[in-house]
């Protein structure tokens, strides 16, 4: 079974750049039957799709925050990871790693790394 | 982007109870809509996947149905671990949109 865990910095300025890995486990990252995906919630909020990268490298990410992510996969670490610029205060949420393996449903989750923005 | 209408926003309900959500996307899905429960400083937990697959370990006493674009998760006899947040999401098209979730808590 794949267990995923996501690390980050917590506390970021405002304009910076946020990086965030999700490591892999128990499964291999170059799965091509696996979606590897970055989703985010603000605190009381719903759940938003940030995007996902496929093992081919192919990325799709949310046109609401296009301009301003990366997803990437660094396979000689198992690991995955989310790279976010010039960030704001609405960008503070608790961010999640997950990976769906059939129908696009996430099976496997995180346990969610809290980001705040705050000067 | 396709839109996700959840039904009811929240719900009080007892033990013992059926409750039923709906999910209606803004343009057809297919088959590809899937349900989630939340609890709280917790990470979502997939229920049912591409319509009405049940997932491993998940009590039978979740079901869902649908097609196209209207959709029901139901919980039959509803048990006190139940009481969550639930979310339907699409991944027939990208992004991958949530609905805005459905609180069960208890009457």
């Known amino acids: 079974q794949v267990r995923l865990q996501e690390s980050g910095p917590g506390l970021v300025k405002p304009s910076q750049t946020v990086s965030l890995t999700c490591a892999v486990s128990?499964?291999?990252?170059?799965?091509?039957?696996?979606?590897w995906s970055w989703l985010r919630q603000e605190p009381g909020k719903g759940l938003e799709w940030i995007g996902h990268i496929y093992s081919t490298g192919a990325t799709y990410y949310n046109p609401s925050l296009q301009s301003r992510v990366t997803i990437s996969v660094d396979t000689s670490k198992s690991h995955f990871s989310l790279t976010l610029s010039s960030v704001t205060v609405a960008d503070s949420a608790v961010y999640y790693c997950a990976t769906d393996e059939r129908f696009g449903a996430m099976d496997v989750w995180g346990q969610g790394t809290t980001v705040t923005v705050s000067s | 982007d396709i839109q996700l209408t959840q039904s009811p926003s929240s719900l009080s309900a007892s033990a013992g109870d059926s409750v039923t959500i709906t999910c209606r996307p803004s343009?057809?899905?297919?088959?590809?809509l899937n349900w989630y429960q939340q609890k709280p400083g917790k990470a979502p937990n997939i229920l049912i996947s591409a319509t009405s697959i049940l997932q491993s370990g998940v009590p039978s006493r979740f079901s869902a149905r649908g097609s196209g674009a209207y959709f029901i998760l139901t919980i039959s006899s509803l048990q006190p671990e139940d009481f969550a947040t639930y979310y339907c999401q699409q991944s027939y098209s990208t992004p991958h949109t949530f609905g805005p979730g459905t609180r069960v808590d208890m009457k």
């Open positions: 343009q057809p899905v297919d088959k590809y």
């Open positions: 128990g499964g291999s990252i170059n799965n091509s039957r696996h979606h």
